[in-house]
């Protein structure tokens, strides 16, 4: 009798967990907006999808209550990734974001079926009806950096460990030497080509074989620490990228350029739940706080933090950008004039090194 | 080029050959026995995250490498369960190894750190590099080799012990029998299951231990995807070495240094296309392929154990 009673309770109760487990989640469904996120990593990278999981936190944080998000990490550009952002569709998602170069043409495919769902590509330059595209102007933050760089290199030999031979590399390492070159006309910038975005292991050699060379300062354009950790085990400096690689590495990391998606992510949701939502085409800046510049670590004196700061409120007040010349190419030619700025097409498309930097660009 | 030059590319390329030659001597003895095992990237991903995640909690590298060991035996006898007792497809067992591996390493990546965060970023004790008394007076040479971590060390007497297990003692001669002709060596009383069993095993252990070499000596750290397709190299070493531990050796360095030279030529501001030098070692792995396929003279000197990756079923007639 006991025994009867036992498993009668038992039944109950694993029916009362299964109904709760069942009932919880979809109430949710008919009030929230399902928000999807398709990364190409891992939150866990510390860099580029660590920082757009920073962003959908924040979106969850400020709009909690009327959406709820989905993520899809090592997520590979091609063919898997247009399955990926079709399943979310499928599992209701209303606004899509999907955050690497190569889910462009995928996006578009999965656009044109389902014409009510919103998507949101990163970094690329295809455009719907339903579907917009948006990217920071990381190259001011990376001027900053510069400034501080070559503010504090003794022995003028910047290393810089590069990703791939794009015009987003290329932009980035530009602008990040014209910041150097500014404050110490004799330091150079010497490029080294990992053609990866992640591989901890290459990475390091990469740097490692900067800092025998004589470099004192590192700065990369990856998503792992492995240079940053290289450079502070030689007893030198390093600046970091995508996220504030200090809480990572420590105090030898002396600024980062950063992304800060969350502010994006929520104005963009809150457009789609107001009905205000059109297709755009967003490059933000320094002022709209969709690129940032890192704390500074304690190792920076205070007059170069100031120059610095002074520096970037002349970016945030948009009187100046970063490719407004006089700018010289690697031979010494002029490309940009004085008192002429570089048009965002030409930033897009840029494939020439600045006077400054030792290295060249692979022929794709 | 100048002496620190020198000496700065052969250290790397050292401490780089490293996990690389430990994942291809591993893979040798598994393949000698017969068995093909595909799982070395995944086992060795394995080896790096446990390794780091006890090194980091017991506060100990040795209890890392010990666990490594465990890890790297446990993952072997799976494979020799599935592929010797079960005759499941090896190639498949192995993939499904690192697909498994791989993905695991990866979710313990985000979960083993503190308050089950990720354990990108901790610091755990580590293989530190040690000069060799008297060794690393050697010029050039004595700067390169002689100043690494204690599992490059181990490695010098791993080499050659293993060489002369394998050509000059009666269990290396039986290992090789075994791999080469099953039947034979069951009708001469060499139990074929049994040292399977024992060689996957023992191979799968240095493949753990090529993992925590970069997690515990290396890289010092965890990171996600860690190996990135080393375990592929290896396995593309074996071939290369022809199944020799010796030849590894050379593989290894081959592999390990290509980068750190291209990277510093980089540096330095010379203008050789760095895909070129990238290259250089697959091609010579396939240069070695195309010899020891079309060379069967060759092959069967010192070729692939000629029952590699086939199961051997006692009852039944070849």
Known sequence: ?364 | MDNAFIISILIITIRAGTSLLYATLGEIFTERAGILNLGVEGIMIMGAATSFAAAYYTDDAWLGLATAVVIGSILGLVHAFLTVTLRADQVVSGLAMTIFGTGLASFMGQRLGPGRTTMIGLQSPSFERFPFPVLNKIPIFGPAFFEQDILVYFLYLLVPLLWFFLYKTRPGLKLRAVGENPRASDSMGINVARSRYLYTIFGAILISIAGAHLSLGYLQGWAENITGGRGWIAIALVIFATWNPVRAVLGALLFGGINALQFRMQAAGTTIPASFLNMMPYIFTIVVLVIITWWEAFLKRIGAPAALGLPYVREEKD
């Open chain 1, 1 to 364: 009798m006991l025994k009867r009673k036992v498993m009668l309770i038992s039944v109950l109760l694993i029916f009362a967990v299964v109904l709760s487990a069942c009932g919880s989640p979809a109430a949710t469904v008919s009030e929230k907006t399902k928000v999807a996120f398709i990364y190409i990593g891992q939150p866990g990278d510390l860099g580029w999808t660590f920082e757009h999981d920073r962003g959908r936190l924040m979106l969850e944080a400020e709009l909690g209550d009327l959406v709820e998000t989905i993520t899809v990490p090592d997520v590979s550009e091609g063919p898997d990734a247009e399955k990926a952002i079709r399943d979310v569709v499928e599992a209701g998602a209303k606004i899509v974001f999907t955050t690497s170069f190569g889910y462009m043409d995928p996006t578009l495919a999965v656009a044109e079926q389902y014409p009510d769902v919103i998507f949101e590509h990163c970094s690329g330059y295809k455009t719907a009806d339903n579907m917009s595209t948006y990217f920071g102007r990381i190259y001011q933050p990376r001027y900053l950096s510069g400034l501080v760089a070559g503010s504090m290199t003794e022995a003028n030999f910047i290393g810089y460990v590069a990703a791939f031979p794009i015009p987003e590399v290329v932009r980035g390492i530009n602008a990040f030497t014209l910041g150097v070159k500014e404050v110490n006309p004799d330091a150079k910038v010497h490029v080294v080509w990992s053609n990866t975005w992640y591989d901890p292991v290459k990475e390091r050699e990469a740097a490692i074989a900067l800092l025998d060379e004589g470099a004192d300062i590192i700065t990369q354009h990856q998503d792992t620490t492995e240079p940053q950790k290289a450079a502070m085990e030689y007893e030198k400096l390093s600046v970091g990228y995508d996220s504030d690689m200090a809480q990572f590495v420590g105090d030898t990391v002396l600024t980062s350029p950063v992304w800060n998606w969350g502010k994006y992510y929520v104005a963009t949701v809150q457009s789609v739940l107001d009905g205000t939502w059109e297709p755009h085409q967003y490059w933000g800046g320094l002022a709209d706080e969709v690129v940032k510049l890192a704390d500074f670590s304690p190792l920076v004196p205070e007059d170069i933090k100031l120059m610095v700061e002074a520096k970037k409120a002349e970016l945030v007040s948009g009187d100046w950008d970063v490719f407004c010349g006089p700018i010289a190419d690697q031979d010494g030619t002029v490309v940009v004039a004085d008192g002429e700025c570089m048009e965002d097409g030409d930033m897009l498309g840029m494939a020439w090194f600045v006077d400054g930097v030792v290295g060249t660009i692979p022929a794709e």
